[in-house]
T-cell receptor, first 113, second 115 residues
Framework: GDSVTQMEGPVTLSEEAFLTINCTYTATGYPSLFWYVQYPGEGLQLLLKATKADDKGSNKGFEATYRKETTSFHLEKGSVQVSDSAVYFCALTVTGTASKLTFGTGTRLQVTL | NAGVMQNPRHLVRRRGQEARLRCSPM?????VYWYRQLPEEGLKFMVY????????ESGMPKERFSAEFPKEGPSILRIQQVVRGDSAAYFCASSPASGAMYEQYFGPGTRLTVT
């Protein structure tokens, strides 16, 4: 079946540090890939997405590149802020599966001053 | 344009009672997804509905759980005879159509606690 594996957290960084959160996947078909962010007490918000190999999704300084050869979609940001503290979920959907999302377990990021 | 609405935000039920969770999709959205998030875990797909139809319920437990999305009114996720293991956050998402190009917009969730 389809699955997503994320690095375990929590990840603790100082403000302005470089962020990488690893994500790898297995899929029964050709997946589209997503990163979602969840702030405390809230629902998930789509952060970025990529729908085909070598696509780069980007938003709010975050980036992730769809790497088919390594089945990866790592999230990066050059300089994190305290306001980036949240839980980040990598997810995929496969065409023909009614667009249901398969999520990783989430990575909690804490950014300190 | 209001976002996806879920109510109640918090629900406490004793073992054996029924829990009823409501989801109002965004205006113009006719596709609704339900996901469950157990403590310290990611979200797991439960069911996908369009108006008056269940399209995919492959993630629903076989017993005690049911979902509907009537022609009028919100989508309802119903859990009968709740057990402690049902304690989780239940999220609803909506989209205007099916397909990866259509973003799923998530509600704030209903946090169910079974005592």
């Amino acid at each position: 079946g389809d699955s997503v594996t994320q690095m375990e957290g929590p990840v603790t960084l100082s403000e302005e540090a470089f962020l990488t959160i690893n994500c790898t996947y297995t899929a029964t078909g050709y997946p589209s890939l997503f990163w979602y962010v969840q702030y405390p007490g809230e629902g998930l918000q789509l952060l970025l997405k990529a729908t085909k190999a070598d696509d780069k999704g980007s938003n709010k300084g975050f980036e992730a590149t769809y790497r088919k050869e390594t089945t990866s979609f790592h999230l990066e940001k050059g300089s994190v802020q305290v306001s980036d503290s949240a839980v980040y979920f990598c997810a995929l959907t496969v065409t023909g599966t009614a667009s249901k999302l398969t999520f990783g377990t989430g990575t909690r990021l804490q950014v300190t001053l | 344009n209001a976002g996806v609405m879920q109510n109640p935000r918090h629900l406490v039920r004793r073992r054996g009672q029924e829990a009823r969770l409501r989801c109002s999709p965004m205006k113009g959205h006719s596709h609704v997804y339900w996901y469950r998030q157990l403590p310290e875990e990611g979200l797991k797909f439960m069911v996908y509905l369009q108006k008056e139809n269940i399209i995919d319920e492959s993630g629903m437990p076989k017993e005690r759980f049911s979902a509907e999305f009537p022609k009028e009114g919100p989508s309802i996720l119903r859990i009968q005879q709740v057990v402690r293991g049902d304690s989780a956050a239940y999220f609803c998402a909506s989209s205007p159509a099916s397909g990866a190009m259509y973003e799923q917009y998530f509600g704030p969730g209903t946090r169910l606690t079974v005592t």
